[in-house]
């Protein structure tokens, strides 16, 4: 257990449908990233919050939003999903708030099926 | 543009060989360097870092990796694999452009099957 948490840990749903995926960061860590892992495309990096704040994005289509709460935890929304957008979605959560030399910490994964 | 080159997108090899997975990155900034492993059905968890100091790294489960400035590399080696070592591997590198300007970019991973 990374002590990262992430839910739900499979989440199956249609085209055009939006869906919410949680993340609880690692006791301690203000940062939260998220990222998108698919065959073609690899480890893609989608937004990084800071205490509540965004410091980065990365290739994350308008559709998608993310945000991350008061108690650190984040959630990252998918709306009018395309099959495409199938994939396994990462949470890591670090102390600081910038990359740096920071080692990230990384939850289990959200695997999203569009059908 | 800064960029992290994983050459081998599979490395098969036999179990008790050794083994290198290659990775390259282009930049003429400062890095931190790591190697992430994902073992099936799991997330990423870190292998091994390189930040400054001696360029030969020493990582989990007999891992090590040497940091080539010249090259721009950072090869991830083991000299004896065990079926267990099964996973995808991640070459990460953090590109510092000065101040607080730092980006984490991934390579696109390898994955080593060992066999039996």
């Known amino acids: 257990d990374s002590g990262v948490t992430q839910t739900p840990k499979h989440l199956i749903t249609a085209t055009g449908q939006r869906v919410t995926l949680r993340c609880s960061p690692r006791?301690?860590?203000?940062?939260v990233y998220w990222y998108q892992q698919s065959l073609d495309q690899g480890l893609q990096f989608l937004i990084h919050?800071?205490?509540?704040?965004?410091?980065a994005k990365g290739n994350i289509l308008e559709r998608f939003s993310a945000q991350q709460f008061p108690d650190l935890h984040s959630e990252l929304n998918l709306s009018s999903l395309e099959l495409g957008d199938s994939a396994l979605y990462f949470c890591?959560?670090?102390?600081?708030?910038?990359?740096?030399?920071?080692?990230?910490?990384f939850g289990a994964g959200s695997r999203l099926t569009v059908l | 543009a800064q960029s992290v080159t994983q050459l081998d997108s599979q490395v098969p090899v036999f179990e008790e060989a050794p083994v290198e997975l290659r990775c390259n990155y282009s930049?003429?900034?400062?890095?931190?360097l790591f190697w992430y492993v994902q073992y099936p059905n799991q997330g990423l968890q870190l292998l091994l870092k390189?930040?400054?100091?001696?360029?030969l790294v020493k990582g989990i489960n007999g891992f090590e990796a040497e940091f080539n400035k010249s090259q721009t590399s950072f090869h991830l080696r083991k000299p004896s694999v065990h079926i267990s070592d099964t996973a995808e591997y991640f070459c990460?590198?953090?590109?510092?452009?000065?101040?607080?300007?730092?980006?984490?970019?991934f390579g696109k991973g390898t994955l080593l099957t060992v066999n039996p």
């Open positions: 890591a959560s670090s102390v600081a708030g910038g990359a740096g030399a920071n080692v990230l910490t």
């Open positions: 006791s301690g860590d203000l940062s």
């Open positions: 919050y800071y205490n509540g704040e965004e410091r």
């Open positions: 930049s003429s900034v400062s890095v931190y």
């Open positions: 390189y930040l400054s100091g001696s360029t």
């Open positions: 990460a590198v953090v590109f510092h452009s000065g101040g607080s300007n730092y980006k984490l970019t």
